[in-house]
């Protein structure tokens, strides 16, 4: 913790020294060319629709039904356990329910699994789980249903680019197919200047806060992309060095190498979890008139534009 602050105070002292030699070193400090020769990555395309009908359950009975029913032509091929209103089931069951041929290895405390491309790792007490080499955030982390760690069925059908329908109404997920289109790798999909912006802007902000603090940072940034009020600033990098938008850039921190929470924060939040929840400016403290609090993480602020 010491030798932490001991770094962010000399940081902030050599500033205009450390942001002279980093943009003179990294290939990617002040330059955004990177942007304009990378294609847009094609996702695989999976689908989780929800149907709900006038009659549909309210989230209170969705919360008391303890099952959902899992359908294949028909056929009543798994069972889904309801957390928080959401299905969740084991990895190694959803695989086996599905004859999907998949290597799994689990226990009470990890599961792993490889097949056709596709690579999943989740471990009990971690807020998120990787697919090949992806980073993805569960709001009710992974779960532990007969023994076995379990996930969203949703994020199931995400990672293996299949299609199904959750009922509201008539109370059953159906699978529509078993055909696995593994999702894009995270060595296509994360744009490095990206992440390596994106992680510095969250360190320089919130090195001392959660994993969740963290993201909502991350979160602030991304929601800013493309948006009309933030005119020219269409990436990361534009985002970040928008004239005084982060004070962290003019006093040098922007330019500190962050830790790997950091890093992983980053990813999430290019995923599109949104813990700012819609915000787009962050402090430490009340930002007065115009402005409307969103949400509060650790010791963090999040706003938008009343």
């Known amino acids: 913790m010491k030798g932490r602050w001991l ?3 000399l940081a902030v002292v050599c500033a205009s ?3 002279v030699g980093v943009m003179c070193q990294s290939v990617f400090a002040r330059d955004d060319s990177q942007y304009e020769s990378e294609a847009a990555v094609e996702q695989p395309e999976a689908t989780f629709v929800v149907l709900n009908g006038e009659t549909s359950p309210t989230p209170e009975a969705t919360d008391n039904r303890m099952t959902l029913p899992m359908l294949w032509h028909g056929e009543q091929v798994g069972q889904c356990a309801m957390v928080n209103g959401e299905p969740y089931m084991g990895v190694k069951a959803f695989c086996q329910a599905l004859g999907l041929d ?3 290895i689990d226990n009470a405390s990890a599961v792993s699994m490889a ?5 999943l ?4 007490g971690q807020a998120y789980y990787t697919c090949n080499d992806r980073y993805m955030y569960l709001e009710n982390g992974p779960q532990i249903i007969d023994g076995a760690v379990a996930l969203p069925v949703e994020e199931l059908v995400k990672c293996m680019g299949l299609t199904a329908c959750w009922d509201r109404v008539q109370w059953t997920l159906t699978m529509q197919d078993t055909k696995v289109r593994p999702l894009v790798s995270g060595g296509e999909y994360y744009n490095e200047a990206d992440v390596y912006w994106l992680s510095r802007l969250i360190f320089a902000m919130a090195a001392e806060e959660s994993l969740e603090a963290k993201v909502a940072v991350g979160s602030v940034c ?3 992309i493309g948006e009309e009020r933030f005119s020219g600033q269409n990436n990361i990098y534009e985002v970040v060095f928008a004239k005084n938008q982060f004070s962290v850039v003019s006093n040098g921190m922007i330019y500190v190498e962050p830790d790997e929470s950091c890093v992983l924060a980053a990813k999430l939040a290019l995923e599109g979890c949104d813990l700012a929840k ?3 400016y962050v402090a430490r403290n009340d930002l007065g008139a115009g402005f409307e609090q969103v949400t509060t993480v650790d010791d963090l602020q999040f706003f938008t534009v009343a």
Do not use: E, P, S, Y
């Open 115 to 119: 097949m056709d491309g596709v690579v």
């Open 222 to 224: 991304v929601n800013r």
């Open 17 to 19: 020294c450390l942001a």
């Open 7 to 9: 770094t962010k105070i």
């Open 278 to 280: 819609g915000a787009d």
């Open 102 to 104: 998949a290597q799994i």
């Open 121 to 124: 790792l989740a471990q009990m």
